[in-house]
């Protein structure tokens, strides 16, 4: 499977300021996600991250605040902006692959980062 | 109703022990299932695909019951290494195609 490179692994930022997450995937990927887990909750999708285009946002996420670069197949950047309390969360990119054994999709996760707003 | 429930747990169970978890979905449309296993602190990693006649790995059994909505996980002969989050995931049909999440069923496996 892909092996998906995301960084930072964690980081405590102050609010009003901005974080860009990166995510590298060894290999080229048509889809490319942005979601958010909560603590204690599941993973809730903010986007899917398209190449050469806008990225396409589920309801409640907005680009003003979550804006997405991908300016390939290889690599995205999702900035959490204007940072609150309430943005603490664990961010992930994930990718979906077809499996070779099954001919299904599948998603492969990076390891997430680790948001804290102070 | 949600879109994917699940019981959170805990499923607290002693080494050796046969657990089952389910896990219910309201769009009867929907085609592909899965289960994937989280870890603490960690990124969720695909555990199996769960097929429409069932489908087993080793000491997983996942079943797909399309009457009733729902899918189910077997871990039979439980290991201290399969304390984990189990996540359900179900794609959803209409609009966009997309997969959800549930909340996820927390396991412990007791020595």
């Known amino acids: 499977s892909a092996v998906i490179s995301q960084k930072p692994s964690r980081d405590i930022c102050q609010r009003g300021t901005s974080l860009t997450i990166q995510c590298q995937v060894d290999s080229q990927v048509t889809m490319m996600f942005w979601y958010r887990q909560q603590p204690g909750q599941s993973l809730t999708l903010i986007a899917t991250?398209?190449?050469?285009?806008?990225?396409?946002?589920e309801s409640g996420f907005v680009i003003d605040k979550f804006p997405i670069s991908r300016p390939n197949l290889t690599f995205s950047t999702l900035t959490v902006s204007n940072m609150s309390p309430e943005d603490s969360s664990i961010y992930l990119c994930?990718?979906?692959?077809?499996?070779?054994?099954?001919?299904?999709?599948?998603?492969?996760f990076g390891s997430g980062t680790r948001l804290t707003v102070v | 109703r949600k879109e994917v429930e699940q019981d959170p747990g805990p499923f607290n169970v002693p080494e050796g022990a046969t657990v089952a978890f389910n896990c219910t979905y309201s769009?009867?449309?929907?085609?592909?299932f899965f289960w994937y296993r989280q870890d603490c602190r960690k990124e969720p990693k695909l555990l199996m695909s769960v097929y429409s006649s069932g489908n087993e790995d080793g000491r997983f059994t996942a079943q797909l019951n399309r009457a009733s909505q729902y899918i189910s996980l077997l871990i039979r002969d439980s290991k201290l290494s399969d304390s984990a989050t189990y996540l359900c995931?179900?794609?959803?049909?209409?609009?966009?195609?997309?997969?959800?999440f549930g909340t996820g069923t927390r396991l412990k496996v007791l020595a």
């Open positions: 769009n009867s449309a929907s085609q592909s």
């Open positions: 991250a398209n190449q050469g285009s806008e990225a396409t946002y």
């Open positions: 994930s990718v979906e692959e077809i499996s070779p054994r099954t001919q299904g999709e599948v998603y492969t």
């Open positions: 995931v179900v794609n959803i049909v209409g609009g966009t195609y997309k997969y959800i």
